[in-house]
């Protein structure tokens, strides 16, 4: 992964998040679903900037495997009723809960914040179960700053692959 470079273009920009509509639905599995709306985040290289500053970033580890491994990526959780660390996020939280409640049937109210600090930083296979628990459809939602990643979906033991490129503010 290239260090991140940010846009002259979108930095003459304030922070701005747009509408969430029209969006991209691709259906998955047994119900599944994930919307996708590149650059959904104008202006974003300042919240990007103070992410970095002001997130308490941490390590941690895991056990994976029979071992204790470093999860490689910092993260900090931001817990019911706490404040998002820029404005920016808190529209954009706004906005999801007004798109997505009539759906979903809750609101978004806690924020896990992931730092992937080289292209050594990833996240594994995995099942999200938390918010809701293990036995009803976890609800996820990404804003992705910085350089470009990859997502990859998969459905539990299945091996085709959905890959969506995240760009800076999507």
Known sequence: MAAFQPSLFDEAFAPTVGTLAPIT???LTQGAWVDHLPGW?????????TLLRVVPWRSE??????????????????????ALPHPALEAARVELNQHYFSELG????????CLYR?????VAWHGDNIGRGRRADTMVAIVSFGSDRKLLLRPRGGQTELTLTLSHGD
Do not use: K, N
């Open 25 to 27: 639905r691709l259906h």
């Open 41 to 49: 985040l104008t202006g974003c290289g300042e919240v990007f900037e």
């Open 61 to 82: 580890e895991r056990l994976m495997y029979d071992a204790i491994v470093a999860v490689p990526r910092l993260v900090h959780t931001y817990g019911i009723g706490q």
């Open 106 to 113: 809750e609101p978004f109210v806690t924020a896990g914040c």
């Open 118 to 122: 080289d292209g050594r930083d990833s």
